[in-house]
């Protein structure tokens, strides 16, 4: 009779700093990066924290009370022949017994394929890959507070009608119409998150940095 394998800790958030056993592994406020992944040398410079981490995410931070791990697939081969291999099912797997939420970061032009559709049915968080702190800072404002939950998804309350660009630190009513007026869908302008000016103003996509910079510390 063979022995149960036993399941892994999870990671926890203990003073806004990542913890696995209670040993710390992302100081708070930084975004832990696998150092060993070429492919990621860029992300979030200046305010990352780069080991090897247990269960190997590509990355992991904390966002209020929740752990959130992230898989990056920077490139439409690294996307397609994870999924192929059952690589990305094997890995969100991982990361769904050892965090609290699990986000798949995609090649941004890949927005519509059926597998993150998929992905967002099963309750995994798909995310466009970009290097800037800023862009995850942006995710991390949402995923942070239970409010930002609830407003990101109010879309389902057909009284008010509301996108994921509810939950950014910053974006009012107003600014998320303008926003989805020039962009189309909340997915695509997530994905020019650096081009806000284009569509807001310069100073009003200053604001919304500025914003997303005091929630995240």
């Not at 990361?95 to 798949?104: C, F, K, R, T, Y």
């Amino acid at each position: 009779m063979s022995t149960p394998t036993a399941s892994p800790p999870r990671y926890r958030v203990i003073d806004g700093a990542v913890c696995y056993a209670d040993s710390l592994v992302v100081p708070a406020g930084k975004y832990g990066v696998d150092v060993t992944d070429p492919g990621l040398k860029e992300v979030c410079a200046g305010k990352d924290w780069r080991m090897v981490f247990p269960g190997r995410p590509d990355m992991l931070f904390a966002a209020g009370s929740s752990v959130v791990w992230v898989e990056c697939k920077t490139n439409d081969n690294d996307f397609f022949g994870s999924v192929i291999s059952k690589r990305l099912a094997r890995e969100v797997r991982t990361g769904l017994s050892m965090a609290d939420i699990v986000v798949v970061a995609y090649p941004p032009r890949l927005c519509t394929d059926n597998e993150l559709v998929r992905l967002q049915c099963l309750g995994i968080v798909v995310y466009p890959f970009y290097n800037s702190a800023l862009h995850w800072e942006i995710l991390r404002g949402v995923l942070s507070s239970t409010s930002n939950m609830r407003r990101a998804i109010a879309g389902t309350d057909y009284r008010k009608p509301r996108t994921a660009l509810s939950g950014v630190p910053g974006v009012g009513a107003k600014t998320e119409a303008k926003l989805l007026a020039h962009y189309g869908t909340a997915h695509t302008a997530l994905a020019h998150y650096l081009e806000w000016g284009n569509a807001l103003g310069s100073k009003k996509a200053f604001r919304i940095e500025q914003a997303c910079h005091a929630q995240t510390g």
